[in-house]
Each structure stands twice: as structure tokens, then as C-alpha cells.
């Protein structure tokens, strides 16, 4: 007879419960699957083996028309660019760069858009400017300035220019516009000094 004073839980003879964890299936509509990050090797390689099926492909055709042997030279130059394309995507300052990409794209997205936005605000080219004083030819000059200059930022922006170093660059920029302006205008009065001389053009 059992012992009542034996634990009711104790069953030596009931094997214990083994707990597996499964994969969840593509098959559940329940579950939600990211979709697959193609990289720049991986969209470069794709891009590869198809050329290179499509020449393989008609290679194989024993009656190669003219026409065939036409796309098959123009198959290998695309497939010599994909070749190169391949490799680049295997460097790893390209793949640092790429890396840098997505983060700003996604999860940094936020970040990084605050950070641009700020350092616009710090580093604007043409601040609000009293234009009240000026001619009409010089506000017409100032606006072409303020175009070329935000044009010119974003070609820095776009290539990756450190803030600090567009800083520099862009006074270095506006001492010469300046100094260039100064020069043509001295030429000018200059010619216009020699124009009044009474025997001017004589000889």
C-alpha cells in the first residue's frame, strides 16, 4: 500500500516531457517573414548567372544564326561589367559603405535626418538677408548666388563631405567669387576711365 505521506507528484514510472522548439512554417498564415536582404553581391551575382545562362543558352544552339552571334558579343561585354560589378561588391570598403546606406535608409533614418537637418541650419550659405538696399540688378545677382550655392552644398552633401570640410571649402568658395568680382569690376572702370579720354580710339 502506498505511503499517503509520499509526495502524489512522484510516478517513477511516467517518462518525463521532453519539449522541442519547431521552425515556424512558411505554410502558417499566422506568421509574418521578413523578406530576404539582397546585398549588392547578391543582386551583382544574380544579375551574372543570368547573362551568363542566356549566353551558355544560345552557345549551345549548333545552328548559331548572325543574328544569335550578334547578342552573344554583346552578352559578353555585359557579362565582363557584371563580372566587375561582382568583384566591387566584394570589397570591403564597398561593403562598409553599402552597410552605412541601410542604416540610413532604416533603423537610422531618424537619426540621421535630424543630424542633416541641423547642421543646414548651422552651415546655411545665404541666412534671411535685408535685400532692401539692393538695386534690382543686385538682387537678381544675390538670388543666382543663392542657387549656385545650395546647388554646390548638395554635390558636397551628396559625396559624402564632412560638414567641417564644406565649411572651409565654401569660404574658400566665397573669397574667390569675391576676389573674381572685384578684379572684372576694377577692369571695367578701368575701360570706362579710358573710354572718357577724348583720344580714345584714335590710334
Not at 56 to 65: H, K, Q, R, V
Not at 94 to 106: K, T, V
Amino acid at each position: 500500500m502506498r505511503n499517503p505521506a509520499e509526495s502524489q507528484d512522484e510516478t517513477p514510472d511516467q517518462p518525463q516531457k521532453v519539449y522541442t522548439y519547431q521552425d515556424p512554417s512558411h505554410d502558417d498564415p499566422d506568421v509574418i517573414f521578413e523578406p530576404p536582404r539582397l546585398t549588392r553581391y547578391d543582386k551583382a551575382r544574380a544579375k551574372l548567372t543570368g547573362l551568363l545562362a542566356k549566353r551558355d543558352a544560345l552557345a549551345a544552339n549548333p545552328a548559331l544564326s548572325d543574328k544569335d552571334a550578334q547578342r552573344i558579343v554583346k552578352l559578353n561585354l555585359s557579362i565582363d561589367l557584371a563580372e566587375k560589378a561582382v568583384k566591387r561588391a566584394q570589397d570591403a570598403h564597398q561593403q562598409r559603405l553599402d552597410e552605412i546606406d541601410r542604416w540610413r535608409a532604416g533603423e537610422g533614418a531618424d537619426e540621421y535626418n535630424a543630424k542633416r537637418r541641423a547642421k543646414r541650419r548651422t552651415v546655411r550659405a545665404h541666412p534671411n538677408a535685408d535685400l532692401s538696399n539692393l538695386s534690382e540688378a543686385e538682387k537678381a545677382q544675390y538670388e543666382k548666388d543663392r542657387r549656385s550655392d545650395a546647388n554646390w552644398f548638395k554635390r558636397q552633401r551628396d559625396k559624402s563631405v564632412s560638414e567641417d570640410i564644406i565649411t572651409a571649402a565654401y569660404a574658400v568658395r566665397i573669397h574667390e567669387r569675391e576676389a573674381k568680382r572685384a578684379a572684372k569690376a576694377q577692369a571695367d572702370d578701368a575701360e570706362a576711365e579710358m573710354r572718357a579720354n577724348p583720344i580714345y580710339g584714335r590710334y
